[in-house]
């Protein structure tokens, strides 16, 4: 289902021409003199580009190795042809949901993302108050800027929460407390890392491949090219530490120290027997992330978790795995009604809220587009996308000639 890849490894549709495209918009406007107007996802990411150190934006925007599933996330969504209705009064859409006893006014969680508040002044806090005004919510990565309690606190509302299996079983059950006390409405259990897949951008763009003062200088230039993002997140936008993290490791730790004990952390040896110890002891919904086959559904569903989301980490992690799309109809085949399943990669617009939907997915995740528009514009970004994502989810289905989503994707 995958295309061909262009030069550097970068992935077609969104990857591809990327650059060309940013120089032409870029010049464009500055000879108009106008501010660049956001009307969909695409612009959000070159805006993003714009506003971002490079380090960072190709941190967001990369998959690993090739790129091959990044690729196949977004490809194999756009080959799926909606089914055109007509004449079916579609007056009254509502495109509204119910997952774990909580209403959703649309069914897209904005999907955990680490270091996603060094996008924006504390970023997460944003975000998080922009899906909850649009009646959702956010997942907040273990390895967030801002700490449960921060976004909890700045948003009004607790955020869901998502937790990695680490080598340290003492911090993971701290973590499992932590989120229970501040009542966290649902778990994100991440199964799909083990061990980190590598991130060939990362090390061309020096994240990664350059130790030491020369990485550190690098990283610097980089950031001293973008000084809108100087000023709101590196001088105002402090501490930049890991926040859920920065009780073990002390808050004035540097972010590479914090990177580097988590690179270590991240547990190979983790087995199903992790996944039955977090049911014990995590009482509220458990939504196992990172699920590409149907055994493996099958597995967590045995051990009682009440979703799972199909994933591959947004191409993330095994390059050349399959997408969630191409795995998802064998895994509703599979466990299909006795869990919630998730879904998310490549979720681009409303209409692709809609395929996962028709392929049986009850909500989906989105990662880069909400961590784009709180680069390009803040809480006001985020909800400018998700009111977008609404508006075309709405027309979708008005032209489908549907009011409510069909009778399978309600228990
Ligand atoms: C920059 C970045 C960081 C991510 N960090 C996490 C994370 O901390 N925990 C996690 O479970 N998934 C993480 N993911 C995966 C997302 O939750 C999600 O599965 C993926 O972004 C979906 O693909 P999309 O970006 O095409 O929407 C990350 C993804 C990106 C792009």
Partial sequence: MCQAQGAHGNAPGELRNGRRQIKFQSRRLLARGQRMILADVAD????????????????????????????????????LSLDQRVLRDVS???????????????PLILAPVGLAGLNARRGEVQAARAALAAGTVLCLSTVSACSIEEVSAGSGHPPWFQLYM??????????????????????????????PGARYRDRRSGLTGAPGLAGDLR?????????????????????????????????????????????????????????E???????GPLIVKGILHPDDARAAAAIGVDGIVVSNHGGRQLDGAFSAVAALPGIVDAVGGSVKILADG?????????????LGADAVLAGRPWVWALAAAGERGVAQLLSMFDAELRVAMALTGQTRFGPSLHS
């Fill in 166 to 195: 680490l080598r340290d079983r003492g911090f993971v059950a701290a973590m499992l407390q932590r989120a229970a006390t501040a009542n966290c409405p649902a778990l994100v259990f991440t199964v799909d890392l083990p061990v």
């Fill in 92 to 106: 009254a859409v509502d495109p509204s949901v119910t997952l774990f006893g909580q209403r959703f006014s649309l």
């Fill in 277 to 283: 110890w977090v049911r014990q002891l995590w009482k």
């Fill in 346 to 358: 490549g979720v681009r617009s409303g209409l692709d809220i809609l395929r996962y939907r028709a």
């Fill in 219 to 275: 990283r610097l230039g980089q950031a001293l090219a973008r000084p809108r993002w100087c000023w709101d997140v590196g001088l105002l936008g402090r501490p930049l530490t890991l926040g859920n993290v920065a009780g073990v490791l002390g808050s004035g730790t540097p972010l590479g120290d914090f990177l580097g004990w988590l690179a270590d952390n991240f547990d190979p040896a983790a087995s199903w027997a992790d996944l």
């Fill in 44 to 79: 959000f990411r070159t805006a993003a580009r714009r506003r971002l150190p490079h380090f960072l934006f190709e941190y967001i925007d990369g998959g690993s190795y090739q790129q091959v599933s990044l690729a196949r996330n977004v490809a194999d969504l756009a080959q």
